[in-house]
């Protein structure tokens, strides 16, 4: 994907970030035992769609997760569906 079209779709995508060749965001959530059960939601979201974030880190009340395609070398629209299937969650 061209930087414009990563862009425009990013827009579309509530606090979604372009950090270099990744999209990022931070998850907020109400403490530690929504962290796990939010964690374990994108986990299963990513299997079913057998793509998998360049990392998750947790800490009690927050995620922050990363996508990039490496075979690609970047930011693709795997990624992007990605972000998109995530957001669906009820991250409530």
């Known amino acids: 994907m061209n930087k414009e079209k990563i862009e ?12 270099g060749d990744s999209i990022v965001k931070v998850f907020k959530t109400r403490g530690y035992s929504h962290t796990l059960a939010l964690s374990v939601a994108i986990g299963s979201l990513c299997q079913q769609y057998d793509h998998h974030p360049d990392y998750m ?12 395609t490496h075979s690609e ?6 990624d992007i569906n990605i972000a998109k299937e995530i957001e669906t969650l009820n991250i409530a």
């Open 57 to 68: 880190t947790l800490k009690y009340s927050e995620i922050e997760v990363s996508f990039s």
């Open 73 to 78: 070398g970047g930011i693709t629209e795997k």
């Open 8 to 19: 425009e779709e990013l827009r579309k995508l509530r606090g979604w970030k372009r950090k």
